[in-house]
Every structure is written in structure tokens, then in C-alpha cells.
């Protein structure tokens, strides 16, 4: 299980990821800008940050430099974008992060969700 925080300004891709991530039992918060995004990383961070490129106001480049400038960075940052191929591969390599493009294929999430997972305590 995995706590995911997703970041995207577009209502209906934040609805679909919610509730695909919760069916696979994993902790899922929504965020609708990057300030959104601060606040709810102030809480508590994610395992998994989905994030969009293009937010509108500030976009997901500039909540990554405010990440790493104070509350830190999840154990996986993925960048979501509809961009041309090339930009977010360049954009995903100027931040060391993973990418995923829009349409969100569906086996691709699960094996970016896969990375960000916590280790499961064994029950005694």
C-alpha cells in the first residue's frame, strides 16, 4: 500500500486516479494546485507525488523546487503530462523523476505505485 497525493488542476483526471488508486487499496489525497499540494505535504508526506506539469497558476516545475527548498521530496515523484514526448522527457531528466503521459496507461501507474510502495510488515 502506497499513500499517494495527486496534483492535477483537471477535476475529472483527479476523480479517475482517486478511485482507480483506492480500488488497489491504496491511502489517496487530491490536490488541485500547488498550493493545495503544500498544504496537504505539510500533513504528512506522500510515498507517491502524481503531479501535473501544466497546473494552472504554479505550474508542477516550481512545486518540485518548493519541495525540495523545505518539506522534501516523496520516495516517488512522478511527473503526469500531455506534453510533447520530448518535453516531459527532458523535464522528468532535469528533475530525476518518473514521467507518465496523459492518458494515464494503467499499467504503467501500477508499476510507478509498485517503486513508491512501503514495505509490508509482516504479522507475527
Known sequence: MADVLVVDDDHELRVMLDLHL??????VRVAASAEEAL???????ADLLLLDVRLEGRRGDELIRMLDRGLGRPRVLCLLSGVAEDQLLDLAAVHGVAHLR????????????AAAERPRVPAR
Open 22 to 27: 483506492r480500488s488497489q487499496g491504496h491511502e
Open 39 to 45: 498544504l496537504a505535504s505539510a500533513e504528512r508526506r
Open 102 to 113: 496523459k492518458p494515464v496507461d494503467s499499467e504503467a501507474l501500477r508499476r510507478v505505485v
